[in-house]
């Protein structure tokens, strides 16, 4: 349930900041790379955009690819809200919506797995009635 109402909080501020926001264009300056202990290198690009009032905002995306997603130079779409034109997000679907998607993933999991569970426990709980019925049926034995 946790998991549910975390996905429609985040699909809430998504749709919420898409109404909000208008789009610009941006460029890739870098790919910042990070290498994990079993030595798989994922890449999470950092663009620069220019607001309407004119200033230049250079962000690092919360999202991360292996292989790259982007190259350095490459012209993309980024939102930003004219309020707070510091928060930009790259206008693609992964970047708006992975973690609403995530979420209601794991929900749909998670949920999944407990009603598995309901149904495997009422199935046992019915067989041991059966099983402990069938036996009283027959009577005491001397």
């Not at 501020?13 to 789009?23: A, G, H, Y």
């Amino acid at each position: 349930m946790v998991l549910a109402v975390l996905g429609g909080c985040f699909t809430w501020n998504t749709v919420q900041f898409l109404t909000r926001s208008i789009v610009t264009t941006g460029t890739i300056v870098r790919m910042n790379s990070k290498t994990d202990a079993k030595g798989r290198t994922s890449w999470t690009p950092v663009f620069a955009y220019r607001a309407a009032d004119g200033h230049l905002w250079t962000l690092t995306s919360h999202m991360a690819s292996m292989p790259p997603e982007y190259i350095v130079g490459e012209s993309i779409r980024v939102r930003y809200e004219p309020a707070h034109p510091g928060d930009g997000r790259i206008d693609s679907a992964l970047h708006l919506w992975m973690a609403p998607a995530v979420l209601f993933f794991l929900a749909g999991i998670t949920f999944a797995m407990h009603r598995a569970k309901m149904l495997l426990v009422t199935r046992f709980r019915k067989r041991g009635e059966k099983t402990i019925s069938s036996g009283s049926e027959a009577g005491p034995t001397p």
